[in-house]
């Protein structure tokens, strides 16, 4: 009588619980408490998920260790999944119709042991290789060598090689793109009527390099010289031309034409005929090939995306992996995501996501765990950003190999790599690799219960409040200048003032948004002490007359890098920096090795800025109405200044700013917020306060409203704390 009791009340239960749930599932993703937010079935629901791998041995959730790793994130209380499927699995050879059966077990898989679970499914729309090989010309070739001469699939996942020479349907084939998209079709509708999809709230479509949306081959081979391109290439030059003359003028040759116009091979592309920088008068060839690679990937997402909101027959939530801009190899023109605007103002894309950046200085302990993208342009779009955390645990795996930690260590990183997401009022999913294919990354019980800790504390603060955050520093980047410089890493243009400068300023104390140059105009600009133009090399006229009269005033300072404005996008020149800067430059004599030395207290460096190879061109600061604050040891010149004007102040390095120390005295002088010079990492928002320290120690913490705190701080470790009142929610 008591066991029929106990399954009595058990099943009961478990139809009351059902009950509550209203199938099929709607996601959307609209704007509450001022961020855009997850809804399913009309309740908001923070954007916390776990995700399967794509790996094989990992990747099908009804397989014992990806069924337990779901079951252990359900225990914890996540409601939000991803698994992956490829059209490989599910679109066979001679068969007029997908199989959707994998798709379905896919998604049943999570629900046996999370039955209130909501998915989304990443999709990868890639041409099945059989398909490839039926369709040689419609394929990827390559500038830098032959397609590779492999087998793809079983045993390998089937993203092996895709950063190879590999074999597949160009991004460019107008043939892969309609029957993929017929394809892609008929899925969301077949899988939309079954009861697993009734448990679908979104679709990841993905392509290219590992679903990412970066050309194939990407970052170390060079795309994509084959027949669908190279037509494809032709008819875009058309449109942008309209003459052959005009074509010719703008190539400054009269060797090509419409119809003779090809794709410039590895040697054209690796030039470069003004130091890093193109010529855009002479090299306007490789730089109009590199803008039609990214516009096919680009217009290719938005193509998809529309099918998949138009083809599901209620209401779906559509992602994608887009606006990567940290930790992209100096090579952002062949692979990187470069029509930033026509993904963001997308009306059939919710979210855009990115993996946290694999730089060491951000990835690291001591770092900022930030995203590879800029957050902040998302949300300016009302675009939901999600990161993929997929740093490995002390269990090892694929990536972050030279990170290795400890179980203790995880903790820490954790705790600040899941809390940089929520506080800038994005989201994030766990993607669990590991340790590649064998069990997962945080199948361990002390992990899972300090991830069960971290997840309430940041439901609390996302459900509970309004977001809100009062950076009051901007950091502003640009992708344009990429089609301008040269396409590898370079001494300065690629990892120095991307991702090493990111990861100096966030150990200066401040709290600062990062967004395009294209957005500057839609930001809140009266809310910024400071603002840091970085990589900024290529500015138009009309961005320079918004900077000048919007932006250089209220006693703003303004931080200039390298060749500000260097080009204008038709011509290069000196004259350009002097413009933006305000200040009088010159060539600079470079005497060897570039060594920069601190002559000032206004520009704090712990030790020269050295780099050992030759920057071309690079300039030295001779207006005698400035602060000289750095110059190069081996030849006097100054390299960093500052100018004191009537109503805004302008720091300039001819090289770029980076140290925290540095930054931490600029933002200061700027009078922006320093919540502690510790050289830790802060991330704040919606009334929750990270502190993320390498060093440990005695903190004292200037929270915003005047409140001082004092905390002795382990060392490797992250604190929350209530960001009104200072008191520790998480230690």
């Not at 490995?392 to 940089?420: M, V």
């Not at 890493?489 to 991307?498: A, C, D, E, G, K």
């Amino acid at each position: 009588m008591k066991i029929f009791t106990t399954a009595f009340f058990l099943l009961v239960s478990i139809n009351i619980l059902t009950a509550q749930i209203k199938y099929p599932l709607e996601g959307k993703v609209q704007m509450h408490n001022n961020r855009p937010t997850i809804f399913v079935n009309d309740k908001p629901v923070a954007p916390q998920f776990y995700s399967l791998t794509h790996a094989y041995g990992a990747r099908w959730s009804w397989e014992e260790n990806p069924s337990r790793n779901l079951k252990n994130f359900c225990q914890l209380g996540f409601k939000l999944y991803q698994v992956d499927l490829y059209f490989e699995d599910i679109w066979y050879k001679g068969q007029p119709k997908l199989d959707i059966d994998k798709a379905r077990r896919q998604v049943k898989g999570v629900l046996d042991v999370c039955p209130d679970a909501a998915v989304v499914m990443r999709i990868h729309v890639n041409a099945p290789y059989w398909w490839n090989e039926e369709n040689l010309d419609e394929c990827t070739k390559y500038a830098d060598g032959p397609v590779d001469q492999r087998t793809y699939g079983p045993p390998n996942d089937n993203e092996n090689g895709d950063v190879d020479r590999p074999l597949r349907a160009s991004l460019a084939s107008q043939k892969w793109k309609k029957e993929a998209s017929e394809k892609l079709s008929e899925f969301c509708k077949s899988l939309a009527t079954t009861p697993e999809g009734g448990s679908v709230i979104g679709l990841h479509v993905s392509c290219g390099v590992y679903g990412e949306w970066h050309y194939w081959g990407f970052p170390f081979h060079d795309a994509d010289t084959g027949v669908a391109m190279t037509s494809y290439f032709k008819d875009w030059l058309r449109n942008k031309y309209k003459t052959d003359k005009a074509l010719q003028t703008a190539w400054n040759s009269s060797s090509y034409t419409f119809e003779t116009a090809t794709v410039p091979g590895k040697a054209e592309r690796d030039t470069t005929l003004d130091g890093i920088f193109k010529d855009p008068q002479k090299e306007r060839r490789v730089m109009d090939y590199y803008e039609c690679q990214q516009y096919v990937v680009a217009d290719d997402i938005l193509h998809f995306t529309k099918i998949a909101k138009e083809s599901w027959p209620r209401p779906l939530i559509v992602g994608v992996f887009y606006n990567y801009f940290f930790m992209t190899f100096g090579r952002q023109a062949s692979g990187g995501h470069l029509f930033e605007q026509m993904i963001l103002n997308s009306a059939y894309i919710d979210y855009i996501s990115a993996p946290q950046s694999y730089w060491g200085g951000a990835r690291g302990m001591g770092g900022s765990g930030q995203s590879r993208g800029l957050i902040e342009s998302a949300l300016l779009h009302n675009k939901l950003w999600l990161d993929e955390m997929d740093q490995s645990s002390y269990k090892g795996g694929p990536f972050g190999q030279n990170l290795k930690t400890t179980r203790e260590q995880d903790i820490p990183i954790i705790r600040r790599n899941l809390a940089q997401a929520i506080t800038r009022g994005a989201g994030y999913w766990f993607y669990d690799f590991g340790p590649y294919r064998s069990s997962g990354w945080w199948d361990d019980t002390l992990l899972l219960k300090e991830i069960k800790k971290a997840f309430d504390v940041l439901n609390k603060y996302h459900d509970a409040t309004i977001y809100k955050r009062d950076a009051d520093v901007l950091f502003v980047y640009s992708n344009q200048t990429f089609y301008h410089i040269k396409n590898s890493t370079t001494p300065i243009s690629s990892y120095n003032i991307t991702d090493q400068q990111s990861a100096d300023a966030y150990k200066a104390g401040a709290l600062f948004d990062q967004i395009f140059i294209t957005d500057l105009q839609k930001v809140d600009l009266k809310k910024y002490k400071v603002v840091v133009f970085s990589n900024t090399f290529a500015l138009s006229d009309a961005e320079k007359k918004f900077i000048k009269e919007k932006v250089a005033k209220d006693g703003r300072h303004i931080v200039w890098n390298y060749m500000p404005g260097y080009t204008n996008g038709s011509i290069n020149h000196v004259n350009f920096v002097r413009e933006v800067t305000g200040m009088e430059v010159a060539k600079a004599h470079i005497g060897g090795r570039l060594s920069i030395v601190s002559q000032n207290n206004s520009y704090p460096i712990k030790q020269k800025e050295e780099n050992k190879d030759l920057i071309q061109p690079l300039l030295q600061i001779t207006d005698k109405k400035v602060i000289p604050l750095a110059i190069n040891d081996s030849t006097k010149e100054v390299m960093v200044a500052k100018k004191v004007n009537k109503n805004h102040t302008v720091w300039y390095a001819s090289y770029m700013f980076k140290q925290p120390e540095a930054f931490r005295e600029i933002f200061k002088q700027g009078g922006a917020h320093i919540y502690g010079d510790g050289n830790d990492v802060f991330h704040e928002g919606s009334g929750l306060l990270m502190i993320h320290t390498k060093t440990g120690g005695s903190k004292n913490i200037l929270l915003r409203n005047g409140k001082k705190v004092s905390l002795n701080m382990e060392p490797e470790s992250t604190i929350y704390l209530d960001s009104a009142t200072g008191d520790v929610v998480l230690k």
